[in-house]
């Protein structure tokens, strides 16, 4: 199944500070939902009870008890609908931080189910940490052990992520900025196919996923004063300031001067929002999602 997404706005993850791993809980009857978002920091969520329906890009995806899901970097995620019993543990880590924990994967896109056996130490672990501060060694230690995890429930999930979609992003986290012919080529594809393959396992273009982590690295390379908007611009990949401005104004619907000297930022960061799914804009596409 298919939407067609409202505009994403961007929500980081942690807390402010220097949190590199952080857990946090949601229960339907304390509700506070975010908007359609994404952020530079992967995140897993990992429902405990109840049931819930995400929109990932322009995929719809539905979750039970024991399952898992993972947004990777830079994709736009919502909760759209939910049973009156959910609770669901959220868990993410700095982006770097979780290169460095997977021994330099970029964390890819799955869902996946875990048995029974497993799913009671990580939901342990989960609860000892959730929304507590500088629980970076074991928030790095459940990152880990449900990958680990997540990988070998793969080849039994209907779900399970494309490799040409995982060397993909690979190639683009490595920071490849080659062309979609010459990035099929190197992995020895049709571009059709490696087009294909990422926008059924994404929910949105490789070119529009590539434009968004630019984007990204834009946002991290300013708020580490290492750079001036101009410099930052060029050094995230984009041809021009020119370039950066307007992908940051068709994603973000402001200018990078209005998000991070107007407080258009701050605001996004604290918008919460109940989104239902509008059923006028969902069709079926044969994907089994």
Sequence with gaps: MRVA????????FLPPGNEQAFVWKYSEPIGGRRPRHFHAEPELNLVV??????????????????????????QDHVLLDSS???????????SSYSEQVL?????????????????????????DIV?????????????????????????????????????????????????LTRLAHHLRAQPAEVSRHFHRDMGMTLVRYRMRSRLLNFIQLVDSRRADLMAAASSAGFGSYSQCHRT??????????????????????????????????????????
């Design 5 to 12: 997404p409202k505009q994403a706005i961007h929500q980081s």
């Design 131 to 179: 929304e507590r501060s500088n629980v970076g060694q074991r928030g790095a230690e459940l990152w880990q052990r449900v990958h680990w995890l997540a990988r070998r429930a793969a080849p039994r999930s209907a779900q399970a992520t494309h490799v040409l979609t995982r060397r993909a992003l690979e190639l683009l986290r490595a920071g490849s900025d080659l062309p």
């Design 103 to 127: 021994a330099n994967e970029p964390s890819h896109p799955f869902h996946v189910r875990l048995a029974d056996s497993e799913l009671r130490p990580v939901l342990d672990s989960a609860a």
């Design 248 to 289: 940051f104004q068709a994603e973000l619907n402001c200018s990078p001067r209005e998000f991070f000297l107007a407080g258009l930022r701050s605001d996004m960061q604290r918008v919460y929002t109940d989104e239902s799914l509008p059923a006028a804009n969902v069709e079926h596409d044969g994907d089994g999602f």
């Design 49 to 74: 009870r109840g049931s819930a329906t995400f929109g990932v890009g322009q995929k719809v995806i539905s979750v039970s008890p024991g399952e898992l899901i993972a947004f990777p970097s830079a």
């Design 84 to 94: 009156p019993d959910l609770y669901l543990y959220a868990i993410g880590l700095d």
